[in-house]
């Protein structure tokens, strides 16, 4: 996964702790985490095209999120940064071998393939089981003051 991957995510945690009636620009996210403002913007257009967050240009404008924090999964987020392209490509290397007659009925995937298909569908279960919602109540009972901490960081004009 991309590093555009963590920074989709806390993102969105942030904006779930934002105003809700006033975009924060891209410019006051990347500065958050001293990221690239370009390159945090196109993570950002990626969530708006899924529908994740929303974009209102101009002086006011900035990024919100489109969707209640509980109807956004982790699943969502890692699918509009990465595409939903599963994890492993096999490219069936088992037919190079100087003996491909002994790997088996090439109609049906090898069983390498086999596996790390289970596996990205046991992980992406497990993302399309987690909320955005169930990440910031976590959060929250973690570190109770970061919500509020960082609502008046993203609200303060910056100097």
């Known amino acids: 996964m991309s590093e555009g991957v963590e920074w989709a995510v806390h993102c969105c945690l942030n904006l779930a702790w934002a105003d809700a009636g006033r975009g924060v620009p891209a410019a006051r996210l990347a500065a958050l985490y001293q990221l690239p403002a370009a390159y945090l913007n196109k993570q950002l257009q990626a969530l708006v095209r899924d529908g994740i967050l929303m974009s209102t240009s101009g002086p006011r404008g900035g990024f919100r999120l489109g ?88 609200a303060a004009t910056p100097h």
């Open 67 to 154: 969707r209640r924090p509980a109807d956004i999964t982790l699943l969502d987020i890692v699918t509009a940064i990465e595409g939903a392209d599963e994890a492993f490509r096999c490219t069936e290397i088992r037919r190079r071998t100087p003996w491909p007659h002994t790997q088996g009925d090439f109609r049906d995937p090898c069983l390498i393939h086999q596996a790390m298909g289970r596996a990205d569908l046991a992980w992406r279960r497990e993302l399309a089981a987690q909320t955005l919602a169930e990440v910031k109540a976590t959060v929250e009972r973690s570190a109770p003051g970061l919500p509020g901490r960082t609502r008046e960081w993203l």
